[in-house]
């Protein structure tokens, strides 16, 4: 039975999420609504999805699923907001998706349907790099990015970095559909890792910033949007700081 708490100040917002939830998961979840005042390191329990409003009064939905993430890596956030203007801020924290409340019996079912695909997933995939003693195996969620530079391939994982001659559309071949994408041509990003994008700048997962090119922003914008599930070309203006022409 999956554990789901569902952290939602409004009493009408939650009321309507949580009937949903029930709809959709009968016996197969234990749902918790939890007090407005939730905090990961008091909970009682290690929820396997976490339902946070973006916005609860006073509190950060984001800065909650940050603790969750550290705190639970297993479980599933998903975000629920009415404010999708917040939407860029979100990448701050790893969640699963975003959800619209005026689309929230459209969109819950898949949400609910990628999370349990996560939580039942037994493997974690794996990239085989091949080196003069042998292979190396490292689990393609560790990848933060992969660097072209002088024919050598660089795999930055968040243990180590691995060279390889293989190009970047190679080593693309031999990894997980959907997850990866090129922010520019010298770099192929983990979109799970990205934490924040701009026009001509992405942050990952530990402080690191590569380069976006103008012929791959518009590519790498929409990959990002189909990995988290929303249509980011239509918060552009939001998620897009101020900053220099590129040459």
């Not at 705190?71 to 998706?97: K, S």
């Not at 974690?124 to 660097?147: C, F, M, R, S």
């Not at 930055?156 to 190679?170: A, F, I, K, M, P």
Request: charged letters at 20%.
């Amino acid at each position: 039975m999956y554990k789901i708490a569902v952290v939602e100040d409004d009493a009408v917002d939650r009321e309507r999420l949580v009937g949903l939830l029930r709809q959709q998961c009968g016996a197969a979840a234990h749902i918790t609504v939890a007090d407005p005042g939730f905090e990961p390191e008091t909970c009682p329990f290690t929820p396997d999805i976490l339902f946070l409003d973006v916005l609860l009064g006073t509190q950060s939905g984001i800065r909650l699923a940050e603790v969750a993430n550290r705190l639970w890596p297993r479980c599933q956030v998903i975000f629920v907001t009415g404010r999708l203007e917040y939407a860029p801020d979100l990448y701050q924290a790893r969640h699963l998706c975003l959800l619209s409340k005026a689309r929230l019996e459209e969109l819950l079912p898949g949400a609910l349907q990628r999370a349990f695909t996560a939580l039942d997933a037994d493997d974690t995939p794996l990239l085989a790099v091949a080196q003069k003693n042998g292979e190396v195996i490292i689990p393609q969620k560790d990848i933060l990015y992969v660097e072209r530079r002088l024919r050598i391939s660089y795999i930055h994982s968040t243990l180590r970095t691995v060279t390889t001659g293989r190009r970047l559309d190679e080593l693309a071949g031999d990894l997980q559909p959907g997850r990866f994408a090129l922010c520019h041509n010298s770099f192929l990003v983990n979109l799970a890792q990205v934490r924040r994008l701009q026009r001509n700048q992405v942050l990952l997962t530990g402080g690191v910033v590569l380069p976006v090119s103008r012929s791959q922003f518009g590519p790498f914008r929409e990959a990002l949007g189909r990995h988290i599930g929303i249509d980011l070309a239509h918060h552009s203006a939001a998620m897009l700081a101020p900053d220099d022409p590129l040459n």
